[in-house]
């Protein structure tokens, strides 16, 4: 198998995901009628974030098996690191702006899940520009034919 390294970068997008569920975006210690009614403002707050992550996850774990069809895992990879934005961005959104500005409401603390979504476009990047060089190569071997 040409692309090791590509579902290594996939799979941990998809595990950056993931881990969103056990690591919060922000923690306070105060609570109040904002986001962070207990205190924690995690993927579980909105049903929009829920769901960017888990379309997140499941579609970087699906691109691992179409190894096959590279110009569709180029594309796909692609579409996780727009996910992982639309993520980055909503959740920023929601903390900073919306829910009556919950940061400066509650005096809240950034934790490390605001930083995860960043990770995982950086690994869907990295994945897509991988799997961009094998096709690469493949197609240089097919002319040598």
Do not use: W
Request: proline residues 2%; contains cysteine.
């Amino acid at each position: 198998m040409i692309q090791r390294i590509q579902s290594i970068f996939l799979l941990l997008a998809s595990g950056s995901f993931f881990s969103q569920f056990a690591l919060p975006f922000a923690s306070s210690d105060k609570t109040g009628e904002t986001i962070l009614q207990d205190g924690i403002f995690n993927i579980h707050d909105n049903i929009a974030l829920l769901i960017l992550c888990c379309l997140g996850g499941i579609l970087a774990l699906a691109v691992i098996f179409l190894f096959r069809n590279r110009p569709l895992q180029i594309r796909l990879s692609y579409v996780v690191a727009s996910v992982a934005l639309a993520l980055m961005g909503f959740a920023y959104y929601l903390f900073f702006v919306g829910e009556k500005a919950a940061f400066e409401a509650a005096n809240a603390s950034q934790g490390v899940g605001m930083y995860l979504p960043i990770l995982g476009i950086v690994l869907a990047i990295l994945a897509a520009r991988f799997t961009r060089k094998d096709e690469n190569l493949v197609k240089s071997m097919d002319r040598l034919r």
